[in-house]
């Protein structure tokens, strides 16, 4: 409401306490001589004439002030002055109406009973400024500002902060899975749908995500970017981070994981840092490392071998062997070796030892290949001193090469 003018309904008079009929109160900015309106109203919708005459008594009409500063004159009606009041502050309590006053000046206020906020008009007169619901400090930004982040005219909020790294609601996993409008900064996946992308974000935020079940999230280059290039496979109890790719100040759907960590601590993907059956044969890298599977191609690694003994002239199972696939006797001192997993070609290595029983430990049969080797197998003879294919007692034989 605004202020009334403290000579409305007043006499003015002079020093004999004679009225002024007809007097003048003229009204402008302070310190100028530019004209400012008055109202007859608090409502502020009928403007007074400038300047405000008083009637045959001296007596002023009701005059209200918009918030500001004003200039006072009061002259006769002979226009001889009487006084100068400047400044004259007018102030104005709050409006309370269900929509914004049809009369507007700078800096008026009204609170708005159908939203329950306050608004003030701006300097310009132009429009009007959200202070902020009436029994608030401030005008606190919402959790979706937050997230946005672009808002520069409102405070926020500890619960619309948390909205940034709280706990959120459970995500159902989808093929797009949507980040809940309540915020936050961790959420706990459910399902076991296959996830191929994240709902929009404003760029830079981050999110950390726990997953419930098994489900594969797929690699992206530009929308769904992993680790390695490579899909994965979530195991209940896995985390991961992500971050959102947009620009400052923009939002989209593009995110990179940038850490994931498998519930039992393993790395979620060896293939970088693993050696191929090639770099085991080189043997050169110094930043690779070799899995079980794969050791064997290294050029120092025996390819097969195998240990056994002679039962009644005819050579047992082997006793302990490594990819060899059975032991045949084709003769007196002679036994062929036949591969699990064959050579790439016949030029390998191929060494060993035999001893005879303790009656003849004067005779060291030597080991040696009784035919060209193949590829899958390899024949060796075993010869006495007295060069003579002699069956062993005791044999042991291993073999070098490429696979």
């Not at 992993?226 to 989209?252: K, R, Y």
């Not at 390998?348 to 040696?368: D, E, K, V």
Request: glycine share 10%; aromatic share 10%; net charge negative.
């Amino acid at each position: 409401m605004a202020q009334l003018f403290f000579l409305s309904g007043q006499t003015l008079v002079d020093g004999n306490g004679t009225p002024y009929a007809a007097a003048k109160a003229s009204f402008f900015e302070t310190g100028t001589t530019t004209p400012k309106n008055t109202y007859s109203n608090a409502s502020l919708v009928s403007a007074n004439a400038n300047p405000v005459v008083a009637d045959a008594d001296g007596r002023f009409p009701d005059i209200y002030l918009i918030a500001g500063r004003y200039k006072v004159t009061l002259t006769t009606s002979a226009d001889v002055a009487i006084d100068t009041l400047d400044p004259v502050d007018g102030t104005s309590q709050l409006i309370t109406a269900s929509s914004a006053p049809g009369t507007t000046y700078p800096f008026l206020r009204y609170y708005n009973t159908t939203d329950g906020r306050v608004y003030r008009r701006n300097a310009a007169n132009s429009g009007w400024i959200d202070e902020g619901l009436v029994d608030e400090l401030i005008n606190a930004a919402t959790v979706s500002e937050v997230l946005t982040g672009t808002s520069t005219a409102k405070a926020v909020t500890p619960d619309a902060l948390a909205g940034l790294w709280q706990r959120g609601a459970d995500i159902a996993s989808a093929s797009t899975i949507s980040l809940p409008a309540g915020g936050g900064g961790v959420y706990n996946i459910t399902g076991t749908t296959g996830i191929t992308g994240i709902s929009s974000a404003q760029g830079g935020r981050c999110i950390k995500v726990r997953f419930a079940g098994a489900l594969t999230i797929t690699h992206n280059a530009t929308s769904m970017i992993l680790p390695g290039a490579a899909n994965i496979t979530t195991v209940a109890g896995d985390v991961a981070e992500f971050i959102n790719e947009a620009a400052q100040d923009a939002s989209g759907s593009n995110w990179r994981c940038f850490n994931y960590m498998r519930s039992t601590g393993s790395p979620i993907n060896l293939t970088t840092f693993t050696a191929a059956q090639s770099d085991l044969e080189t043997g050169t890298s110094t930043s690779l490392f070799s899995t079980v599977g794969n050791m064997k191609y290294h050029d120092g690694v025996a390819k097969a071998w195998l240990t056994g003994d002679y039962t009644a002239g005819t050579p047992s199972p082997a006793s302990d062997s490594y990819n060899v696939s059975s032991v045949g006797d084709t003769g007196t001192g002679l036994m062929t070796v036949n591969f699990t997993t064959s050579f790439s070609s016949a030029y390998y290595a191929q060494s060993g030892m035999c001893q005879r029983a303790a009656t003849n430990s004067a005779l060291w049969p030597a080991i040696h290949l009784s035919t060209d080797p193949t590829a899958a197998a390899c024949a060796i003879a075993f010869v006495s001193d007295g060069a003579a294919n002699t069956d062993p007692n005791f044999y042991a034989s291993s073999f070098h090469g490429d696979q």
